[in-house]
């Protein structure tokens, strides 16, 4: 049984179980909560995960309902199919309490993208000392932290994004197609994939782009989305910005399921907290992080946040190596000062060389064949 409930969980353990059929000679069945990438990996939705993708408190109480029913489905599905091992993946605030109820009703537990502890919320590892029998890190600095804090059934096996994470085309090839001068200055505005993220963030992404396209019209823009929704909710949100600023709109080109090649052909991005600060950081473009959710959302969450970044590129650095743009001090004012200073090209290289050697220690790839090895083992 596989529980993945966010998008880059779904992507991740779609890889982890097609190393798993591999590692077992194919001979394993599959079921649980699962996003599109599970179920082309021929995974059978019990719940699907595309209904539980929410940020905020209010919104999560809002969608309790839903949650309820998802959490009642996995744990009588579990308990009818009696499943070898369950594998966890991230989404720790539901993953956490499924795995107490499951682990009680005497069922293995691996947990894959260890929950970020070291972050916020560290009572927590109570739950994982005594509720998950196998936990699986993802970054270079969990296992010591979690070994640390008592769990002694913790490996890392390196980011599933190593050596994954490369564009697969060339800055010419992909100017070329979206009708870009690759000899001028190309900027990406990663806004997030959850409704909320795009709604709140893209407008002042796109204010930046205004300010800076007054001062220096040779800047291009490109806003990378990942699927046709995100596509949509994106030119909606551009939609609504034209019609509530006077000032002439930017000029932006909008790609779907190319981020990557986007980021490759771009000389600084603007990039929302979450994984794609790594990924942006392993292509090597110099960024600006950025975040900003509800007052209400941001009142509550930032006492209990005890880490010294947000951004997962400069926790892995262990430096502010990108500049961190949260809540109030994210403004298009603001932004636009720290996208010139990146693209200033002697900082532009210097930091590009620090990207390079922080990226070389995420691993060289294999993290989910790594993973599945410890869970078939765990089974045994």
Excluded at 152 to 180: I, R, W
Excluded at 200 to 225: D, N
Excluded at 284 to 312: D, W
Excluded at 326 to 337: G, V, Y
């Amino acid at each position: 049984m596989i529980v993945a409930g966010e998008a880059s969980g779904d992507l991740h353990s779609a890889k982890l179980v097609r190393a798993l059929r591999e590692a077992a000679g194919g001979d394993i069945e599959f079921f649980g909560c699962v996003g599109p990438r599970l179920r082309e990996a021929e995974v059978e939705p019990i719940v699907y995960s595309d209904q539980l993708s929410i940020v905020g408190l209010p919104e999560i109480a809002r969608a309790l309902p839903v949650f309820l029913r998802a959490f009642r489905d996995l744990k009588k599905a579990a308990i009818e199919r009696r499943p070898d091992v369950v594998v966890l993946v991230d989404f720790p605030d539901f993953n956490l309490t499924l795995a107490k109820s499951l682990k009680r009703a005497g069922f293995k537990i691996a947990y894959y993208i260890s929950p970020q502890l070291w972050a916020w919320r560290k009572y927590r590892i109570r739950t994982i000392i005594k509720y998950v029998d196998l936990l699986i890190t993802i970054l270079p600095f969990e296992k010591d932290w979690y070994r640390k804090h008592g769990v002694e059934h913790v490996v890392y096996v390196g980011s599933p994004l190593a050596m994954q994470v490369h564009a697969n085309t060339s800055k010419d090839e992909f100017c070329e197609k979206h009708g870009l001068d690759a000899h001028r200055s190309i900027v990406s505005l990663l806004p997030g994939s959850r409704h909320k993220e795009i709604s709140r963030i893209l407008p002042e992404m796109l204010g930046t782009a205004a300010l800076l396209s007054e001062k220096h019209s040779e800047i291009q823009f490109v806003i990378p989305v990942g699927s046709a929704g995100a596509r949509q909710e994106v030119n909606a949100t551009i939609l609504d910005w034209n019609r509530a600023n006077a000032k002439l709109p930017p000029p932006l080109v909008i790609t779907e399921n190319e981020t990557y090649d986007a980021l490759n052909s771009s000389d600084a991005a603007a990039v929302t907290s979450g994984t794609a600060t790594l990924e942006t950081g392993i292509i090597g473009t110099p960024m600006a992080i950025v975040y900003k959710t509800s007052n209400l959302n941001y009142k509550l969450f930032r006492p209990i946040i005890s880490v010294e970044h947000f951004g997962l590129i400069n926790l892995i650095a262990g430096e502010r190596l990108a500049t961190e743009l949260i809540q109030d001090d994210f403004t298009p004012e603001t932004l636009a000062s720290e996208l010139l200073r990146l693209l200033d090209p002697r900082e532009n290289a210097r930091i590009r060389a620090r990207l390079a050697e922080v990226a070389a220690t995420l691993g060289s790839g294999g993290a989910s064949d790594r993973a599945a090895v410890h869970i078939l083992n765990l089974i045994q």
